[in-house]
Every structure is written in C-alpha cells, then in structure tokens.
C-alpha cells in the first residue's frame, strides 16, 4: 500500500480483476468519484504497477495485491488487509474472469473447471469475505460483472456462460439475503467490450457480434465502468438485485 493523503478517510472500492479491461477502467471510475482503490489481480505485475502509480498520482490511496480469486483464504486475506491498510470497504466490483472457448465435445474438463472456479467461485469468495463486515456496518454495495453469455447463452462458451449464469442467479439470491441489511447487489451483463480478453477473437466473430448489435460496435472498458459506478453509488439507492446490460442492443 503506498500514496499520499493517508491521513484522509476516503471511501474504499475493492475491485477483483481490477489491473486490467474492465477492472481496471472501473478502478479510475470509482477513484474519480472519490475512492480509495483495493485491487487484485492473477500475474501480470506491470499492468497492477502501472495503475497503481497513475492513482497515486491523483492522491489516491491504493492497495494492489496479486491474489488468485480462486483462493478463498488469499481472498480472505487481501479483504483484511483492505480494511487494516485503507479502511472499511464500502464497494465491491468483482471483474476478475477469463475465458477458455471450446464446442463441450472438445472442451476438457480442466477448460471447465478453470473457468468456473475463477468466474464463479471466485465471485462467491469476494462477496463472501467483503459481507461480514459489511453486514456489521449495515452498509456496503456490490456489483458483480457477469455476461451477455450468461443471459443469452453462447456458442462455444457453455463454461463461460454457465459461470456468467451462476454469477447473475448468486447476485440476485445475496441481494435478497442481505437487503435489510443495508446491502444492495447488483450486476452488469457486458456485452462484446474492447478489452484483451476480447481482442483474442477472430475478425469474424467480431465482425458477427457488431452486425448483431444495435449500436454496430464493441463497446469502451469506460461505457461499463460508468453503469458500475452508478450501480455502486447512491444515486442507485433503491437498485438491488438488478442485472443491467451494457451491450450496445445486442
Ligand atoms: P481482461 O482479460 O482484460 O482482464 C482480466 C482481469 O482479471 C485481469 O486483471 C486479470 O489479472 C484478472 N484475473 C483473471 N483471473 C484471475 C484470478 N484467478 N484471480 C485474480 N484476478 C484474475 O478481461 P476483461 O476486462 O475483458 O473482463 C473483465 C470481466 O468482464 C470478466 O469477468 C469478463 O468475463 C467480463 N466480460 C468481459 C467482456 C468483454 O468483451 N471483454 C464481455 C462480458 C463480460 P492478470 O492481468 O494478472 O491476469
């Protein structure tokens, strides 16, 4: 943890996923809006330093630590060294994901469990571990970024879409569980986003994907982390449980 301003008391957003994409453009959003930012992410050390330094540099605190979201305990961790180090976790963002498209009949069962224990379990660690003090302090907000896939299905994704799935139906049920407790739970369904996750499809699929949105292109990290950051706030207030898609009329 490093940067100026430590005897200030921002709110804190602790974003999964959030060195990179999406995580990332939504980490600068929350930061914008007044945050400290708590971020993890799975290997690449350069794109968290990067980010943590241009924060920094606008005076925010920053906490980025390299946690594999399919470690419950690491995740444990991190939350705890979040609250010590920052302050109390008001936000919540889970965007850690990755992809490993294959037709069933040739996808292994590792493509499957790889996808659905970083997509899906690693969801249920970070909500887990941020809801008990956030059940104390009977406040808190968390947006879970899910898919397009896991409303609509997809083609070759049948491990990402299910875990997309599973993301949305876990929001929705932790929305009712907690509500009265000062807790709202939402989700975004991003659909095709430019970020490194995508740029490895092929022109066509791309091109596939456009054709059949209404807008007639991919969309920014920045178009999703916007609708986080309004579902994150207050302005959302009396939005809980909702799954919003951002993805252009797809
Ligand atoms: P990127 O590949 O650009 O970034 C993924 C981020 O997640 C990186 O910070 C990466 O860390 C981190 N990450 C991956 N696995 C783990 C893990 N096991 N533990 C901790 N961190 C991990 O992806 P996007 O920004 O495109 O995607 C973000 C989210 O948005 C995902 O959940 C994705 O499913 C969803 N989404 C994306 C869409 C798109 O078109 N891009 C469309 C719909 C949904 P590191 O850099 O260290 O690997």
């Not at 939504?26 to 708590?38: F, M, Q, T």
């Not at 040739?106 to 970083?118: F, P, R």
């Not at 456009?210 to 969309?219: F, H, M």
């Amino acid at each position: 943890m490093n940067g100026p301003g430590q005897e200030t008391s921002r709110p804190v957003a602790l974003v999964s996923g959030g060195s990179r994409g999406i995580g990332r453009a939504v980490a600068l959003r929350l930061a914008e809006e007044g945050h400290d930012v708590s971020l993890c992410y799975r290997g690449d050390e350069q794109a968290a330093a990067n980010l943590r330094k241009e924060l920094n540099e606008i005076g925010v605190r920053v906490l980025a630590r390299r946690v594999d979201v399919t470690d419950a305990a690491a995740v444990r961790d991190w939350v705890d060294a979040t609250e010590l180090e920052l302050g109390p976790v008001a936000v919540a963002v889970t965007s850690a994901g990755i992809t490993r498209d294959r037709p069933m009949l040739l996808m292994s069962d590792g493509d499957w469990h790889d996808v659905v224990d970083t997509n899906l379990d690693g969801v249920h660690h970070v909500c887990k571990a941020v809801l008990f003090p956030m059940m104390k302090r009977r406040a808190g907000s968390i947006v879970t970024v899910a898919s397009v896939s896991g409303l609509q299905g997809n083609a070759g994704q049948t491990n990402y879409a299910a875990s997309k799935a599973g993301i949305i139906a876990l929001s929705r049920s932790l929305a009712k569980e907690v509500g009265r407790r000062g807790i709202r739970v939402n989700s975004v369904a991003p659909g095709l986003i430019d970020t490194d996750m995508s740029a490895v499809l092929d022109d066509r699929v791309r091109q596939q994907v456009t054709e059949r949105t209404a807008l007639g292109r991919a969309g920014l990290a920045a178009e999703v982390a916007e609708v986080v950051a309004f579902l994150a706030s207050a302005r959302a207030s009396y939005v809980t449980g909702a799954v919003l898609p951002v993805d252009g009329g797809l």
